[in-house]
């Protein structure tokens, strides 16, 4: 048996941990620790063979692997190229710190049989995603993947809420799936052939795409955007996101937000660069507007949360976004002939990809140290931990600090060559990408200040000032396993943010592939160079300066007194600035653009002494736009199709004959 079957193979019987440990016992918590670590120490090995594949992609063809199931006599076919190499490092890296982090803090969760059971056929059908190189174990993966996620999900199913952010999770999910199938279909139809439509392999997909016509890649590439782009959590349809992510356990929503949006970018990846050899140029503005556009309703609507684990849902919904403009502008630049252009785009989306795995890893699992001290979501109810939690209050800062994209850390390069690419679109000689990248240079600006100014609020809601209730006060820091889960990811930002040449060095391979063979080393990419050194140098130089100017400039007497009290008598914790307070000038500003909130003040009673209230409620515009709509439009059909079961016999023949008659129009349209 290879490494490749032994790592699928051990988080595979990790699962059958969770038969042994299904009742809330101690025997449950230490059946926990080793199924998680099982899981750990699978995805370090894999993470070790796919860096083998990058480091030397001749050592792909000893990670193979074929299965003796599936739909032809051949099996199914699993295999790793660099492409998946590069993905793979980056799943089973947040694989490892989720489960190190589980260790822990899994002992927390109700329902830990199911979480054990499920946890680790998550980590496997995501692997399988990425590994598989045939149609059937690509779909068969993705469905895996999808159905395990929903049903960690619905670990805490006693909670209405998390009922009601599965179901619409798994509607998600299932239109995702029909989606790639058909596009999978429209591409496998293309060329004839019993044994390539039953079961075709990538390359066999690439040629199929390579005789469609105009209107039928436009069809596979509108079904690859959506059944992606929502896995990915893209705008419009990212309505599972803020919903699933807060419902599962905070490992389980690192694995979501950190490794499957990646599998999601994958999927667009292998699809629009790959499979479609000459993927039309609109297909990349496409992107790019979906990728802005998410951007911005992700940073808003992350501004807006008090649900501390929904404000970095909404905030992955941005980050996503900005990693697929960085795309779309790669596939802009590929179908019109610019592969060399093309090379500052996608490095941007993997180093954009890479942090992002990295640092949303932490902070999910930093409010699910949080969550264990504590009990609570609500950043109304927190405040102060830095006090209890230093050393997360440490690490969830330096998360939050990349995040915002401050010097020297994994945030900024990526960032910083978007910016550029936007600048280098701007200076084209075309007036379409004139316009395109002004627009876009200055609206990234934008998402990035109100970036900082949610991690600002995230952190300092959290950390900072008094405690707001007794659950705050009464904190206590996490495990070991838990603190080390959270170093991991600093050390991999800082690396990052210090070594970006040598990471971009490092997936060379991968955007040889994407762009046949063109590799970094263009005049075009040394345009956008990121000096990790003299930013480094820049910062260190600003803090001495700082330090010169306090010491010489400052008045060093220094009096103390209670946080937010203006040197007064101490006002109580409730004086402080609140989540809600922070953000209402920006609920005020694009409230009938984005939020349509409707604010109410409840007075007391003449003669009641009691405090009045501020109560406001927020709508997704993008929920009331689609979504109630198609919910009501479903629930009317389901109410009318009832009446079907009472009709007679003659109705009933006459619609059984109008629907024999649809088909065949249907049937002859497609023949023609």
Not at 10 to 20: D, E, Q, T
Not at 34 to 47: D, R, S, T
Not at 169 to 195: K, R
Not at 331 to 347: C, Q
């Amino acid at each position: 048996m290879n490494a490749l079957a032994s790592s699928l193979t051990a988080l595979a019987v990790a699962s059958l941990f969770g038969f042994i440990g299904r009742s809330d016992t101690r025997r449950t918590e230490v059946v926990s620790a080793m199924a998680h670590g099982v899981c750990a120490l699978a995805c370090a090995l894999m993470m070790a063979m796919a860096g083998m594949v990058l480091l030397d992609p001749d050592f792909a063809r000893y990670c193979t692997l074929t299965l003796p199931l599936g739909l032809a006599s051949g099996g199914t076919h699993f295999a790793m190229d660099t492409l998946s190499a590069f993905f793979l490092i980056l799943v089973n890296g947040v694989g490892v710190i989720a489960s190190l982090f589980g260790i822990g803090y899994a002992a927390h969760e109700k329902n830990k049989g199911q979480l054990l059971i499920f946890y680790p056929l998550f980590l496997l059908a995501m692997n399988m995603v990425l590994l598989a190189s045939d149609a059937f174990a690509f779909l068969l993966s993705w469905e895996a993947m999808s159905l395990a996620s929903w049903l960690l999900v619905l670990v805490q199913h006693h909670e209405a809420q998390n009922r009601r952010a599965a179901q619409v999770y798994l509607i998600m999910a299932s239109l995702g799936t029909l989606a790639l199938l058909l596009a999978i279909g429209l591409i496998a139809v293309a060329v004839p052939g019993e044994g390539f439509a039953m079961n075709p392999s990538f390359g066999d997909l690439a040629y199929g795409a390579g005789q469609l016509g105009s209107w039928a890649t436009a069809a596979v590439v509108v079904l690859v955007l959506a059944g992606a782009g929502s896995k990915a959590g893209l705008a419009p349809t990212h309505a599972w996101l803020p919903l699933a992510h807060p419902a599962a356990p905070s490992h389980v929503s690192a694995l979501m937000s950190g490794a499957m949006t990646k599998i999601a970018l994958y999927a667009l990846l292998r699809f629009l660069f790959i499979i479609l050899p000459q993927a039309p140029a609109w297909s990349g503005w496409a992107l790019l507007i979906m990728g802005l556009f998410s951007a911005g309703l992700g940073v808003l609507q992350s501004l807006m949360q008090n649900d501390g684990k929904k404000v970095l849902a909404f905030s992955t919904v941005e980050n996503v976004g900005l990693i697929a403009a960085a795309l779309g502008m790669a596939l802009v630049h590929k179908a019109g002939g610019h592969a060399g252009a093309a090379i500052l785009p996608l490095l941007a989306a993997m180093i954009l990809m890479a942090n992002h795995a990295a640092v949303k890893a932490l902070l999910f699992c930093g409010a699910g140290a949080v969550l264990h001290a504590t009990g609570e979501r609500d950043m109304n109810k927190l405040g102060g931990l830095i006090h209890r939690m230093p050393t997360t209050a440490l690490f969830v800062l330096m998360g939050c600090a990349s995040m915002a994209a401050l010097p020297f850390l994994g945030g900024l390069p990526g960032e910083w060559r978007l910016f550029h690419v936007f600048f280098e679109m701007a200076r084209s000689s075309a007036w379409t990408m004139q316009i395109g990248g002004v627009f876009a240079a200055a609206f990234l600006a934008l998402v990035a200040a109100l970036a900082v100014a949610g991690m600002v609020r995230f952190f300092g809601m959290i950390f900072l000032g008094r405690a707001r209730s007794e659950a705050a006060a009464s904190a206590h820091e996490g495990t070991v396993s838990m603190k080390l889960a959270l170093a991991l990811p600093v050390i991999l930002t800082l690396v990052l943010g210090l070594a970006t040449p040598q990471f971009e060095a490092l997936v060379a391979p991968v955007v040889a592939m994407l762009l046949d063979g063109v590799t970094p080393g263009s005049p075009t990419v040394s345009m956008g160079a990121y000096i990790a050194l003299a930013v480094f140098l820049a910062f260190v130089a600003t803090l001495v300066m700082l330090a010169v100017v306090r010491a010489l400039w400052v008045n060093r007497a220094v009096r103390g007194g209670q946080p937010w009290a203006c040197g007064q008598g101490d006002p109580g914790a409730l004086a402080q600035y609140s989540p809600s307070g922070f953000s209402q000038p920006l609920r005020r500003v694009f409230n009938d653009l984005i939020y349509h909130s409707h604010e109410k003040v409840r007075m007391p009673p003449p003669s009641d002494i009691s405090a009045a209230k501020l109560e406001f409620q927020m709508n997704d515009r993008v929920w009331d736009a689609i979504y109630r709509p198609i919910g009501q439009a479903v629930a009317w059909l389901s109410d009318h199709a009832e009446k079907l079961e009472r009709i007679t016999l003659r109705p009933n023949l006459v619609l059984m004959f109008g629907a024999l008659i649809l088909l065949l129009l249907i049937v002859w349209g497609l023949g023609a």
